[in-house]
C-alpha cells in the first residue's frame, strides 16, 4: 500500500435554493493514495464535478454548501480549515485542470503571464524568474517553440497546445494532487492520447496523484488503477479498473458499458443500448435506491431504504451500492 494522500469521507455538498436542497454531493467517500489514478465517472449531472470542486472548496457559497464530511489531504481537514490555509494549498499542493482551456485562459494576457503569475503567487519570484519559469513547464508539456509561445495569445493556439498550457499552469508548483476535469473533451483522438499520454508521464515525474473526472469510459480504461462510478449524488460502485470493466455489478455499471459502442457490435448490425429516462432530480430524488425508476432490475425492495455501500469480494477492493448485484 502507498501513501494515502486524500480520503474523503461522508461528503455532503448541498445546494439550498427556491426549489428546495439540492444534494448534488450526497454522502461520498473515497481514498486515493500517492502515485495512483482515481477515475469518477458517470453522466452529467452525477455530482461528478461538484465533488472535485468541494476538495478545492470552489462551491459558490451561496447557494452551496459543505454541509458534512470530511475531505482529509496530507493531515489536514480541507473542509475546515480557513480560507487563507486553503489559498496556500489550491494551485500549490491541489490543481485541477478545467474541462475547456479557452474558457479558462484570460484572452487579454499572454501564456507567458499567464503560466507566470502561479510562480509568483505560490513561489514569490520576481516577474524575470517566474517567466523562465513558465518557459520551462511549456517545454516539460512539450509545447514547441516555448519562447515564441510565451509572447502569445491563447486565441493563436490549437485546443490541444492551450490544454498544455493548463496543464502547465497547473503542475508549476508540483503539486501533490492534479484533478482533471474532462481534460480531453473536444479534442480529437490523437490530441487525447498525447493529453493523456502527458499527464500519466508527470505523475511518475512528480509523485504526484490524479483523480480524472469523465464520462468517457474508454480514458477511464486506458489510464487509471481505481474507478468510482457515481450516481444522482452518490458512489454506487468502486473497484480496481480491471475488475470493474471484467466484471460490472451495479446495473447502472452494466448499462454504461452496454451503451458504448463496440467495433464488433457495428459489423454485426447490433445497436448499442442505451440507459432509458434521465438522471432524477436532485432536489427530489426518488426514494429508496436512486437508480430504481431506471433499472431493469428494481423490485419493491428497491423503493424502500438506499442500499448501503457494501464489499462483495474477499480483499473487500470491490464495492457496490445494489441489493441485486449478484443477479
Partial sequence: MGEKLLQVDNLRTHFFTDEGISRAVDGVSFSLERGRTLGLVGESGCGKSVTALSILRLVSSPPGRIVSGSIM?????????????????????????????????????????????????????????????????????KIPEPDRRLRQYPHQMSGGMRQRVMIAIALACEPDLLIADEPTTALDVTVQAQILDLMSELKEQYDSAILLISHNLGVIAAVCDEVAVMYAGMLVEYAPV??????????????????????SDIRDGVRP??????????????KGCRFHPRCPLAVDECRGAVPDLVAVDGEGSHLVRCIRWDV
Fill in 273 to 286: 443500448v442505451p440507459i432509458h429516462g434521465n438522471v432524477p432530480d436532485p432536489v427530489h430524488p426518488p
Fill in 242 to 263: 480491471r475488475g470493474l470493466f471484467r466484471n460490472p455489478l451495479h446495473p447502472y455499471t452494466r448499462g454504461l458499458m452496454n451503451s458504448i459502442p463496440k467495433l
Fill in 73 to 141: 489531504f496530507n493531515g489536514r481537514d480541507l473542509a475546515r480549515v480557513k480560507q487563507k490555509e486553503m489559498d496556500r494549498v489550491r494551485g500549490n499542493r491541489i490543481s485541477m485542470i478545467f474541462q475547456e482551456p479557452m474558457t479558462c485562459l484570460n484572452p487579454v494576457f499572454t501564456i507567458g503571464d499567464q503560466v507566470a503569475e502561479v510562480f509568483r503567487i505560490h513561489r514569490k519570484t520576481t516577474r524575470k524568474a517566474a517567466l523562465e519559469g513558465a518557459g520551462e513547464m511549456l517545454r516539460r508539456v
